[in-house]
């Protein structure tokens, strides 16, 4: 055991060394998403390039273990840590009113992309792989199911890296993405249902194939419901424990079961993740918890990029390279059409259905469920597993660049996107006479509203903002120079003003005690109250 968990220590620290390296080089350098260094990185120290060549008297680093998955039991169940961190992440930063009101469309999107790249990619099997003769074959089912899932995994972390997560393509490309998922696993069971009959020459039990499929499906929906309706509420009672890196550690802990929970019930561990992040994410302390959550995904997240690179086998995509190519085409060109095509229909335009279509194109740790159990089924052979780790690898490389470059210019739908209704908004406004003054009173606002239970983050962008939030009151805080602005709804400004004036008043006993030091009076209570009185009503 000492020996393995050395080992262990040993590959971890190689692993984050050269992917940190690798995906900083690919980012500042190649200007390209951080994810596809540290899927190169895992290529090439992996154990079919570097990690095969063996150290002296120790062996091969990253010596190939026999079965579908490459690497040691250890180093996979860090990468799949990594993998929860990343969805119960990209859950937390998803914006869940957008992410409900295009969740229609993303079932357009995501039925779209499951059906043309099924069709496509089992029909191409069958043309141009002589030893298949129909659909209904073993291979075809499987390499047509091998095309319909989605990476949910590196898409959410390029959409993370561009910050596009909360956009109406990212919401829809996320949301499309599990679903996709969903299917594709549920479309597996259907798939290992018929050709295990197909091979025995038996018939197909239908009734247990559905109940397997009602099953994960069910167990998503409720989950989904259950868990929106419930964060809310299991945030309250966290608040109580007055530490939030224990909310933030115990929101975890819920991610991690959901995800066991999701595997039990025939899903993948990360769609679980990502219901538990989407859950808190409108909840007060969603910026807390993920203010936390990233610091450890900063290390897991490249361990599992990484591993995923690793379990690229070269030779084994050799022996089938021109129908491979061929495949990785056909199922490029299954999810761009068959994703951004229905896009269309439902309110974005060309610009938005490129997006869309290039945020379906990555394929990850689904593809290779699906490829890993074909091949323990002895429904596909090794050359048809090469031929989905090739299709893994060059959507994985392709796909980040295209989605990056994708989303410059305009918005991709085509509708003008409907603001909240602001009738009910109104924003206070207080003129100090330096920015050092206004920056003194901007942060003594901030600690005011913490010491009433508030949650305050910081708001990117080219004006200093910060969001002031406590479960459904929420207010915007702005500092423009010398001024300062706060805005929130109507209903709570008797409350705002009651607490700027307090701040105020502590503001002007430190200057009246700077007085009695016999120092400059810096501003007087006349004026105080004069910046107090002044407000306008905000239409944004």
């Known amino acids: 055991m000492a020996h393995e968990m050395m080992v262990l220590a040993l590959q971890l620290g190689v692993i984050l060394v050269m992917a940190k390296i690798s995906g900083w080089f690919f980012s500042t350098k190649l200007h390209q998403p951080k994810v596809l260094g540290e899927l190169v990185a895992g290529m090439i120290i992996g154990p079919y390039v570097l990690g095969a060549i ?49 969740s229609g469309k993303a079932s357009v999107v995501g039925l779209g992309g499951v059906i043309i790249s099924f069709f496509l990619g089992s029909t191409v099997t069958v043309l141009l792989h002589p030893s298949v ?32 997560i909360s956009s109406p393509e990212g919401v829809t490309i996320l949301a499309a993405a599990v679903l996709d998922d969903v299917i594709s696993i549920v479309l597996l069971s259907v798939v290992v249902g018929i050709s295990s009959v197909e091979m025995s020459g038996g018939s197909v039990a239908w009734s247990g194939i559905g109940s397997v499929a009602l099953k994960a499906v069910g167990f998503w929906a409720i989950c989904m419901v259950v868990g929106i309706m419930v ?40 769609i679980g993740a990502y219901i538990t992040g989407l859950s808190f994410s409108q909840t007060d302390v969603s ?8 610091g450890v995904g900063d290390y897991f997240i490249p361990v599992f990029f990484a591993v995923m690179g690793m379990m690229v086998d070269f030779s084994a995509i ?51 469920i699906v490829a890993g159990i074909g091949l323990a089924s002895g429904a596909i052979g090794p050359d048809m597993f090469g031929v989905a780790v090739m299709t893994m690898l060059l959507a994985s490389v392709a796909a980040p660049p295209l989605l990056v470059k994708s989303f410059s210019g305009g918005s991709g739908y085509r509708k003008k996107i409907s603001e909240p209704a602001t009738a009910d908004m109104v924003t206070l406004e207080l003129e100090f006479p330096s920015e ?19 949650f305050v983050r910081t708001i990117e962008g080219s004006v200093r903002s910060w ?74």
């Open 318 to 368: 050799s022996s089938v390279l021109g129908f491979g190519l061929l495949f990785s085409l056909i199922a490029f060109v299954g999810k761009l059409a068959g994703c951004g095509l229905p896009s269309l229909f439902v309110g974005f335009n060309w610009r938005g259905a490129l997006r869309i279509g290039a945020g379906m194109l990555p394929r990850g740790e689904v593809t290779l």
């Open 231 to 270: 964060a809310p509420h299991l945030t309250k009672w966290m608040k109580q424990l007055e530490s939030l890196s224990v909310i933030a550690e115990i929101s975890f802990g819920i991610a991690l079961l959901l995800a066991g929970l999701s595997e039990m019930a025939g899903l993948a561990m990360i």
């Open 287 to 294: 910026a807390e918890i993920t203010e936390r959550i990233k």
């Open 436 to 454: 050092r003054a206004a920056e003194f009173l901007r942060k003594s606002f901030s600690d005011a509203f913490r010491s009433e239970g508030f």
């Open 54 to 102: 063996p150290l002296g008297s120790f062996g091969p680093l990253f010596p190939p273990v026999a079965g579908t998955i490459p690497v040691s039991p250890e180093l996979y169940g860090i990468a799949t840590i990594g993998s929860i961190l990343l969805l119960f992440s990209s859950g937390l930063e998803t914006d869940l009113p957008t992410f409900l009101r295009f």
């Open 467 to 540: 969001q002031i939030r406590k479960e459904e009151m929420v207010f915007i805080l702005r500092r423009k120079g010398s001024l300062i602005e706060v805005s929130g709804k109507q209903e709570y400004e008797a409350f705002v003003r009651l607490l700027l004036l307090e701040t105020l008043v502590d503001f002007q006993e430190f200057v009246d005690s700077l007085k009695s030091m016999e120092q400059p009076d810096m501003m007087g209570a006349g004026l105080l109250m004069n910046m107090f009185a002044r407000n306008q009503q905000s239409d944004s």
């Open 133 to 164: 003769h129909s659909i209904m074959d073993p291979e075809a089912l499987f390499l047509g199911t091998i095309c319909t899932a989605t990476s949910i995994g590196i898409t959410a972390r390029i959409l993370g890296e561009t910050k596009k």
